[in-house]
């Protein structure tokens, strides 16, 4: 039979609100009994009824996730991230991903109602409309890197914009003269904004008429496509920047494969500086965003408008800042030996 509440109380000669109190941490006994009554669920092994706890407190102690995606090493970062903020706050994380389709993440959305406290939502299908006939009115909920303009809901968005025009103005400075630009899904809020900052900043250089924007989905595979692309083209760009690392890893592979040394021949710079950006060959130029930071952030907005409900309105839009990070895929930064 599995151990009860009861059962602790009596070994520890206290009340059942008594260790109701000390393993919640809600207080209302001393450090000692609350010491005793830890060391007694402990050593029988007490686990606390979650739906009991549920129950009482309208609380799930869960928060759900819905991401476009599960693979790659971004995603990976961004629920670590939230777990590890979860986890220090006693709290457990559903995830959910709805792969690039509207009616996937409507389901997966639904799914969740009911089963957490909160959301936080990274989806490109989610626009107003869509929010407005998925989710109830009162979840608190997180978007993040969304172009949705709401009172109702908290956004955290990452500096795209500004991170793809200050990549493309470094490019340009050091000498670059047409770069070439690999986009991802057309859908996507973050590929829109990081396309635009790109454009702008050849804009504002005289360059505009160089633009070239090649298509991509994120992949290695898609970004390996537009390396094989660029090999065709005449004049050849002598700069390639993608929108995400994955796709520029792709790229310096098609590079490496055609004999096309970087960046002698072809710069090549990425977008995340996700953790494995800085031990390819070349490490690989690109724009930081402290994606597990981003997690966290995003959890702790979360939780505070879950503990607080009322405070939380009006909800400003949140910008988490990137930083440019130069190796030696673009010239100078980290450098590695040529293989010959």
Known sequence: MSVTIKDVAKMANVSVASVSRALNGHGGVTPE????IREVAARLRYVPHSAARSLITRRTQTIGALLPDLHGAFF??????????????????????????????????????????????MSPHADQVFLDDNLPVLLPTVLMNSHVTSDRHAVLDVDDYGGARTMVEHLLASGRQRIAFIAG?????????????????????GKADTACILPGDFTEE???????????????????????DMMAIGCLSALEEAGVFVPEDIGVAGFDDIPMARYVSPPLTTVRVRIAELGAAALERLVGIIEAPDDAPPLPRETVSTELVIRASCGGGETVPRRL
């Not at 009994?33 to 005793?36: D, H, V, Y």
């Not at 993440?105 to 969740?112: T, Y």
């Open 33 to 36: 009994t609350q010491k005793r």
């Open 76 to 121: 990976s970062e961004l629920i670590r991230g939230i777990d590890i903020a979860a986890r220090a706050r006693g709290l457990y994380l559903l995830v959910s991903s709805s792969h690039g389709d509207a009616a996937e993440a409507a389901v997966a959305l639904r799914a969740m109602q009911g089963r957490v406290d909160g959301l936080l939502v």
């Open 185 to 205: 899904p057309e859908v996507n809020h973050d590929v829109q904004e990081r396309a635009r900052g790109y454009r702008d900043a050849l804009e504002v250089a």
């Open 222 to 244: 898609s970004g390996y496509r537009a390396g094989k692309q660029v090999l065709e083209m005449s004049p050849r760009p002598d700069a390639i920047f993608a929108a995400n």
